[in-house]
């Protein structure tokens, strides 16, 4: 069984940063595509970044020029680079590790964003 933890997420001003982080834990061989989605109040669950296992990134239109994607395959961590925050990302951030053909999620880091 994986267990995804995720952490960062807190409440800032528009303009601000932030870095999420999603650690993997558990029975674990090797992961493949790891990344994040949000969920934003009323929403559906929507993809913001994924990187692959040899750390080829993927931002949607939405997060490129603001957002970083990065793994540690050592350390079995993801992370979420956000800069230049906006009001409309507030949402709660989720970790995924793609681990054969399962995914796992984590519980999700609050990300609020004031303006």
């Known amino acids: 069984q994986v267990q995804l933890l995720e952490s960062g997420g807190d409440s800032v001003q528009a303009g601000g940063s932030l870095t999420l982080s999603c650690v993997a834990s558990?029975?674990?061989?090797?992961?493949?595509?790891m990344g994040w989605y949000r969920r934003a109040p009323g929403n559906q669950r929507e993809l913001v970044a994924t990187?692959?296992?040899?750390?080829?990134?993927h931002l949607v239109d939405s997060a490129k020029g603001r957002f970083t994607i990065s793994r540690d395959n050592a350390k079995k961590m993801v992370y979420l680079q956000m800069n230049s925050l906006k009001p409309e990302d507030t949402a709660v951030y989720y970790c995924?590790?793609?681990?054969?053909?399962?995914?796992?999620w984590g519980q999700g880091t609050q990300v609020t964003v004031t303006s």
């Open positions: 990187v692959s296992r040899g750390g080829d990134g």
């Open positions: 995924y590790a793609q681990i054969a053909s399962d995914h796992s």
């Open positions: 558990g029975s674990i061989l090797q992961i493949e595509d």
